[in-house]
């Protein structure tokens, strides 16, 4: 079976500095990662996937992903904090021979100017 | 290309009713997925579909919801004799044969009233 899990509900950053959001997961196989950003009253936005090769992946808006084997993890990290990255982050796991996501239960991101 | 679409974005019913809801993907996509989302929580997978044919679908899928994706495009989900337990954000999302990311609509919220 496949999970995701968001240690944190809300991690709370000043504007221009570096934030982190964290994602551990679990599933038989390989893994395909994934974070997605839900701004306020929209739908999902795809932000970056790691699939193979390089442990560090960049996607939309300066954001970036550590992808780490040993410890599960698949950190969300981005250098300078906007205050317009207010929004709810989801991590999501799909194991390389299924079609499901799996998302975890998010972390919102408040950047205080 | 506009994206996946959903119709309609809001919709306020009142318990015992059946309500339906349309989902148009990204063109050319023949994978196509519905989630639910309740308040402060994670997308929940509720059913895939491959071209027209529908290939998984969640425990969360009770008797009283069926999806269709007849000629391998739009697809809709009705929910037969609504109940309160089913307010809720329905997202669909869809991804080309060769892709790994799913794209997701707006979603159609669902008040049951």
């Known amino acids: 079976a496949q999970s995701v899990a968001q240690p944190e509900d809300q991690v709370n950053v000043a504007e221009g500095n570096p934030l982190t959001v964290k994602c551990t997961y679990s599933v038989s196989g390989n893994p395909y990662l994934f974070w997605y950003v839900q701004y306020p009253n929209r739908g999902l936005q795809f932000l970056l996937k790691?699939?193979?090769?390089?442990?560090l992946v960049k996607g939309s808006y300066g954001f970036e992903a550590e992808f780490n084997k040993s410890q599960t993890s698949f950190h969300l990290k981005k250098p300078s904090a906007l205050v317009s990255d207010f929004a709810l982050y989801f991590c999501a796991v799909r194991a390389n021979y299924g079609q499901n996501f799996v998302f975890g239960p998010g972390t919102r991101l408040s950047v205080l100017p | 290309d506009t994206g996946v679409s959903q119709d309609p974005r809001h919709k306020i019913t009142k318990r015992g009713q059946n309500v339906t809801f349309r989902c148009d993907p990204i063109?050319?996509?023949?994978?196509l997925y519905w989630y639910r989302q309740t308040l402060g929580q994670g997308p929940e997978f509720l059913t895939y579909f491959q071209n027209e044919a529908q290939l998984e679908k969640s425990r969360l899928l009770s008797d009283r919801f069926s999806a269709e994706r007849p000629k391998g495009s739009f697809s809709t989900l009705e929910i037969q004799r609504t109940e309160q337990g089913d307010s809720a954000m329905y997202l669909c999302?869809?991804?080309?044969?060769?892709?790994?990311?799913?794209?997701f609509g707006q979603g159609t919220r669902l008040t049951v009233v």
């Open positions: 063109s050319e996509h023949n994978r």
């Open positions: 999302a869809s991804s080309a044969e060769w892709g790994i990311e799913a794209f």
């Open positions: 790691y699939i193979t090769g390089d442990n």
